[in-house]
């Protein structure tokens, strides 16, 4: 089983700054099987990244995802009050599909 | 848009049921995944199935474990027999076979306990 590591566990920002949330595997994954979700309180997640750097519609260009191999990482250039929430990196490399721990993006 | 339903409440070494109705869409059509969430364990994807016959399930459950997809009711159930406290979670229906998960139901919670 691919264990995925998120960090930090909290990330304590102000609006306006930038975002920098990372998620390292236990071994190599294929960077087209890599995905981010967000989650609110009280909702589901919900996708906000595929294929490592491809985001999802509903999400504006203010993130970005990068990586590949065992290290991935979700970028939000400038927080809006919107995006304070708790992100999910996860492979579907390799079966079982298994996601990390999160990380919560507080309001400093 | 997906909605799961079954019992809130399951009791220790009892068997949990849950379904979940897909609406705007055939169930038929794409694949289908339950997923689960604990504060302990976090996000724990639990098995996938399609209408063809296509399955596969986490090892960690796959022995207590059994989906099915019911074509003429447009839904798909979970089956998670030996219920302990450890399968506390909220349970979700998602669209997806492995990742890119989405949309997601928006969850029930089940309670293990006596």
């Known amino acids: 089983e691919i264990v995925l590591t998120q960090s930090p566990g909290t990330l304590s920002l102000s609006p306006g700054e930038r975002a920098i949330l990372s998620c390292r595997a236990s071994?190599?994954?294929?960077?087209?099987?890599f995905a981010w979700y967000q989650q609110k309180p009280g909702q589901a997640p919900r996708l906000l990244i595929y294929?490592?750097?491809t985001r999802a519609t509903d999400f504006p260009d203010r993130f970005s995802g990068s990586g590949s191999g065992t290290d991935f990482t979700l970028t939000i250039s400038r927080l809006e009050p919107e995006d304070f929430a708790v992100y999910y990196c996860?492979?579907?490399?390799?079966?079982?599909?298994?996601f990390g721990q999160g990380t919560k993006l507080e309001i400093k | 848009q997906l909605q799961e339903s079954g019992p809130g409440l399951v009791k220790p070494s009892e068997t949990l049921s849950l379904t979940c109705t897909v609406s705007?869409?055939?169930?038929?059509?794409?694949?289908w995944s339950w997923i689960r969430q604990t504060p302990g364990k976090g996000l724990e994807w639990i098995a996938y199935?399609?209408?063809?016959?296509?399955?596969n399930s986490n090892p960690s459950l796959k022995s207590r474990l059994s989906i099915s997809v019911d074509t003429s009711k447009n839904q798909f159930s979970l089956k998670l027999s030996s219920m302990t406290a450890a399968d506390t979670a909220v349970y979700y229906c998602?669209?997806?076979?492995?990742?890119?998960?989405?949309?997601w139901g928006q969850g029930i919670l089940v309670t293990v306990s006596s």
């Open positions: 199935i399609h209408q063809n016959g296509d399955t």
């Open positions: 071994q190599s994954v294929s960077s087209s099987f």
């Open positions: 294929g490592a750097s």
């Open positions: 705007g869409g055939s169930v038929s059509s794409h694949y």
């Open positions: 998602v669209l997806g076979s492995t990742g890119e998960f989405g949309p």
């Open positions: 996860q492979q579907y490399g390799g079966s079982p599909y298994t």
